[in-house]
């Protein structure tokens, strides 16, 4: 067997925990995380024969030249993404505020977008061991943050991927707002998903779900339901909740009326907001998967930004912990380095 096939299989291993992942339970972070792994293991696994043949460790084959190629065309679009990423967040941001306005949340994007650029070509200095322990401790607190929002985003976008969508019986459409009675553009496109992933599974029913805010008229299900049957729905295939005013409301009361043991269920929504609803639902211990509806670039990137925030939320209670544990391990070591130094088992930082 040639060996740069053999190192290919090897750099494939982590690909597949990442397929395992994804086929047995992908409402998680460690999915976007694992996608990582296996994108720069298989990196490895192309470039390392190219290496080895500098090397002179054996002669360049067919098989080696193409893995090289194939390695190179991914270093370079690794080098590129976080450009990229900027060049997003400022055209977002730049065009959802000439659209809709300046506020605080529509400046989410170009925030992020600046915050990005910065950390990208500015690199301060220290004058001394206290403050490169300071920078260090902030740098850490930040990786971990990028971690999280670069798994978040990856474990979304997978998630919106069409798997698990046959032989549903239900699918639960989740609201979120009204114009008087009427349903607002971006609700309509919960709804299409749902009647899509419906008429693509006979025989399964439509959950409308939400409830009547202050400045509606009707309850947002009601309305979602009338629309749906203005799509040629019949009213037999569709039920209505009317009382939920939030996610997790709107997954435990739909689930309520599910009267099938064990039902395979999907769950749709607006595109941005569907990976937050999953991971609501898995910790309610409620199997689904989901359907995104599409949206806007320029918005769909601000709102993604706040559902992160929204997730940060939803699971403050680990994140302040591994924070808090963190803080006490960095401080204790700190503490040991300067009375290392002190005893002058160490040479302190220069300026």
């Known amino acids: 067997m040639s060996p740069s096939l053999i190192i290919l299989l090897f750099a494939l291993l982590p690909s597949v925990a990442f397929l395992l992942l994804f086929f047995h339970e992908r409402r998680s972070l460690w999915l976007g995380f694992f996608f990582v792994l296996a994108a720069g293991s298989l990196f490895l696994g192309l470039l390392v024969p190219g290496l080895l043949v500098l090397d002179h460790e054996y002669q360049l084959d067919a098989l080696t030249l193409l893995l090289v190629i194939l390695g190179l065309i991914l270093l370079l679009a690794l080098l590129m993404a976080p450009l990229s990423l900027v060049v997003v967040f400022y055209y977002s941001g730049f065009r959802l505020i000439r659209r809709e306005g300046v506020s605080l949340t529509n400046l989410l994007s170009l925030s992020v977008g ?65 114009i008087g009675d009427r349903v607002t553009p971006l609700l309509a496109g919960r709804v299409d998903k749902g009647i899509e992933v419906y008429r693509k599974n006979p025989g399964s029913k439509l959950i409308m779900t939400g409830g009547q805010g202050p400045d509606e008229e009707v309850p947002e299900g009601l309305a979602m339901a009338r629309y749906a049957q203005e799509q040629g729905v019949p009213a037999g295939d569709i039920i209505i909740e009317d009382q939920a005013v939030n996610t997790h409301q709107n997954l435990t009361y739909s689930w309520a009326l599910m009267t099938k043991p064990q039902p395979k269920v999907l769950v749709a929504t607006t595109g941005y907001h569907l990976f937050r609803a999953l991971l609501l639902a898995r910790s309610l211990g409620l199997a689904c998967v989901g359907a995104g509806s599409r949206t ?56």
């Open 114 to 178: 600046t915050a990005m650029l910065v950390s990208l070509f500015f690199v301060p200095s220290a004058p001394n061991s206290v403050w490169a322990a300071i920078y260090g401790y902030v740098a850490a607190l930040v990786t971990y943050l990028s971690l999280l929002a670069s798994s978040y985003v990856l474990s979304a976008g997978l998630n919106l991927l069409p798997v698990g969508r046959k032989n549903l019986d239900y699918i639960v459409v989740l609201g979120s707002g009204l």
């Open 296 to 351: 806007k670039l320029y918005f769909s990137v601000n709102a993604t930004i706040r559902e992160f925030i929204g997730y940060l939320v939803m699971t403050k209670r680990l994140h302040i912990s591994m924070v808090v544990i963190f803080s006490l391990l960095y401080l204790a070591f700190f503490i040991l380095s300067l009375y290392l130094e002190s005893q002058g088992y160490l040479v302190p930082a220069q300026g």
